[in-house]
T-cell receptor, first 114, second 109 residues
């Protein structure tokens, strides 16, 4: 499978716990994006990387959220001290540089915070 | 004002008809425009992109862009029940895309 891969597909956690999601982009893609989507809404931008550099982070992203892409390949998104409002689908996307942001999405990780 | 606005729908059309989906955006510096299709419980799938004013056709899909009016549309000809999904408009300017909330399309057999 050469698409964007995300793990886990589903995560149920208790409020206050930390969670980490992983994204493996399409191998030749330099850019990697994290979005969050709740029911009835479009994807909301969280952050993006060009290779290993985190180039932009949404102002909506609290300091409980952190993302890394240490070697310019896979990325992780960690949420510390989860809250019920963090329940959402977390989508990862990748794109090759210079394609005017043509994003290809993974299947997402559905987070439920109890 | 939202950066990208779409009518949430549902937009209901009979099978074989033309479905017309519309989107407006607020950032005049926007350079790239996309339409994504999202089936229930699935992730968004890119179906069309357009960068210049005018029309762009791909099979049954036509994207239309009018930068002066800050307006993007998607036409789906010969609509099929399998086209029933949420259609997301997305706008970019050299970094991450901004998405609208989507329009739900229902194609009635």
């Amino acid at each position: 499978d050469t698409g964007v891969s995300q793990n886990p597909r589903h995560k149920i956690t208790k409020r206050g716990q930390n969670v980490t999601f992983r994204c493996d982009p399409i191998s030749e893609h330099n850019r990697l994006y994290w979005y969050r989507q709740t029911l009835g809404q479009g994807p909301e931008f969280l952050t993006y990387f060009q290779n290993e550099a985190q180039l932009e982070k949404s102002r909506l992203l609290s300091d409980r959220f952190s993302a890394e892409r240490p070697k310019g390949s896979f990325s992780t998104l960690e949420i510390q001290r989860t809250e019920q409002g963090d329940s959402a689908m977390y989508l990862c996307a990748s794109s090759p540089t210079g394609t005017n942001e043509k994003l290809f999405f993974g299947s997402g990780t559905q987070l439920s915070v109890l | 004002q939202k950066e990208v606005e779409q009518n949430s729908g549902p937009l209901s059309v009979p099978e074989g008809a033309i479905a017309s989906l519309n989107c407006t955006y607020s950032d005049r510096g926007s350079q790239s425009f996309f339409w994504y299709r999202q089936y229930s419980g699935k992730s968004p799938e890119l179906i069309m992109f357009i960068y210049s004013n005018g029309d762009k056709e791909d099979g049954r899909f036509t994207a239309q862009l009018n930068k002066a009016s800050q307006y993007v549309s998607l036409l789906i000809r010969d609509s099929q029940p399998s086209d029933s999904a949420t259609y997301l408009c997305a706008v970019g300017r050299g970094r991450a895309l901004t998405f609208g909330s989507g329009t739900r399309l229902q194609v009635q057999p």
